[in-house]
């Protein structure tokens, strides 16, 4: 039987490109999502991965969410953290609301998620938890202390976890993505996309969500056993901790 791989924001961007991924790496997929079911749909229908809505940050969510995937397509041996928003501005002007929302969707959910899988993964002695930071909490971004620190704190919590969890045969890791093509990105006005951005990554492009997927599938395969508490940056160049 295919091993099950939850994905959370797994229906739009880099996440869906995850999903689409380790389906094809020959996971049984669930893809969830937070409230755009026009996307989710259209997902389900081209791709066949299931699709749950649920919110990341509220924990009862997470424990209702993860025991209906599990009731339907099996234990959960992979969890990939993916889910994440932006509101940005500088912190002087920064809001109570944005500040929170972004820890919960960014930084709670990793908490929310992994709590309600990790006691039926040590059971199993098997799992991969991989959670998607970025580069900006590897460096910092001006306008950005919000979403910087909820991906910083990304790091803390994959080490954390993985010495808890190293023994049982769980891995847990964090990809760090730079600037990736995504529908948001290529949204930017190409003025400042050349001469702002560009300018910065050495290998002269943005990265691809397929490029950011096959890190994930590396790190899901039971091949990485040994790999654990680590960060693959993939920026291009842009960032080299």
């Known amino acids: ?13 880099i996440g869906a490109a995850i999903s689409i991924a380790l389906k094809d790496a020959g996971y049984t997929v669930a893809a969830s999502y937070g409230g755009n079911d026009e996307a989710a749909s259209k997902f389900k229908d081209e791709n066949g991965i299931a699709v749950y809505k649920w919110d ?11 025991a209906q995937v599990e009731g339907e397509l ?5 969890l990939v953290n993916n889910a994440g928003i932006t509101r940005d501005g500088t912190l002087h002007r920064m809001s109570v609301e944005n500040w929170r929302a972004v820890m919960s969707t960014n930084l709670d959910s990793l908490f929310n998620m992994t709590r309600n899988v990790i006691e039926g993964m040590r059971g199993r002695n098997y799992g991969r938890i991989i ?4 580069i900006n909490g590897q460096k910092g971004q001006l306008g950005q202390a919000n979403y910087s620190a909820a991906k910083a704190g990304v790091f803390g919590f994959t080490k954390a976890v993985a010495q808890e969890n190293a023994f049982k045969g769980i891995t847990v890791n964090a990809v760090a993505p730079g600037y990736i093509g995504t529908e948001m990105v290529r949204a930017v006005p190409e003025e400042i996309l050349n001469t702002k951005i560009l300018p910065l990554i050495p290998v002269g492009r943005l990265g691809e969500p397929e490029e950011i997927a096959r890190c994930v599938v590396f790190l899901a395969a ?9 960060t693959l940056s993939a920026n291009g160049g842009q960032y080299m901790a």
């Not at 039987?1 to 961007?13: E, I, K, Q, S």
């Not at 940050?57 to 969410?65: I, L, P, R, Y």
């Not at 099996?74 to 992979?78: A, E, I, M, S, Y």
């Open 222 to 230: 039971e091949d990485s056993g040994f790999i654990t508490g680590a």
């Open 74 to 78: 099996g234990p959960v041996d992979v």
């Open 56 to 66: 990341v940050g509220d924990f009862e969510a997470c424990k209702a969410g993860i």
């Open 1 to 13: 039987m295919a091993r099950v791989a939850l994905v959370t924001g797994g229906t739009r961007g």
């Open 131 to 134: 959670s998607i930071s970025s």
